[in-house]
């Protein structure tokens, strides 16, 4: 597609319950980013894909979470058991990779805006 | 690993005035680029400019201009005639050429611009 889109744009869910967070990059980007942004917080990495690479996790807080790649094109963040500190925006990103595709820097989704209540 | 520092948490100018927004990083990295983002409200993440550090010149599209200094570890972002719609969170971020290539944010500066 034209950009990075992310579903749902906004979610509200009840504490405990399983979150799915869609990401679907531009065509042909084969790095995919999953950040999160707390309320006026920067971007914090949460977990990186790149082909068919096995996916840094470095970043994921807990073993609630958890994200995958499905044919190296749509990715699925889900969040288990959800918390109310799981209440944050959580942002999608894509890029090409290596060489002088790093320096186009990554194309952002709009985020999905997750609430627990 | 990679840190960066934005020391100004907010920044209020005058619309048409000149803003400069700091950013100061620490990467083990020797070959890297530097960006920055801007986020309105709308909560999209915008690529404002970009730095080759292997580059000595200043990169400027516009009325955005950066001053580079490698040795300091600075890139500090320059909005001339600044306008209602730069209004927004400004983040800077580096990003290396090797490994993961992930970049790394600082926890950015709120901008506002008034008429």
């Known amino acids: 597609g034209a950009g990075v889109s992310q579903s749902p744009s906004n979610k509200v869910t009840e504490k405990g319950k399983d979150v799915e967070l869609r990401c679907d990059p531009i065509s042909g980007h084969t790095a995919l980013y999953w950040y999160r942004q707390s309320l006026g917080q920067g971007l914090e990495f949460l977990i990186y894909f790149q082909g068919n690479s096995a996916p840094d996790k470095s970043g994921l807080p807990s073993d609630r979470f958890s994200a995958e790649r499905t044919g190296g094109s749509v990715s699925t963040l889900t969040i288990q058991r959800t918390q109310q500190e799981d209440s944050a925006v959580y942002l999608c990103?894509?890029?090409?990779?290596?060489?002088?595709?790093?320096?186009?820097?990554?194309?952002f989704g709009s985020g999905t805006r997750l609430t627990v209540v | 690993a990679q840190t960066v520092t934005q020391s100004q948490p907010e920044m209020s100018v005058q619309e048409a005035e000149t803003v400069t927004l700091s950013c100061t990083y620490d990467t083990s990295e020797s070959n890297y680029y530097l960006f920055w983002y801007k986020q309105p409200p709308s909560r999209q993440m915008i690529l404002v400019i970009r730095q080759e550090a292997y580059k000595q010149q200043n990169a400027t599209e516009n009325r955005f201009s950066v001053n580079f200094q490698k040795a300091a570890k600075s890139f500090s972002l320059k909005i001339s005639d600044s306008q209602l719609g730069d209004t927004a969170m400004y983040f800077c971020?580096?990003?290396?050429?090797?490994?993961?290539?992930?970049?790394?944010f600082g926890q950015g500066t709120r901008l506002t611009i008034n008429p």
């Open positions: 971020a580096p990003r290396p050429i090797q490994g993961a290539q992930k970049l790394v």
């Open positions: 990103a894509s890029s090409l990779a290596g060489g002088t595709w790093i320096g186009y820097g990554y194309t």
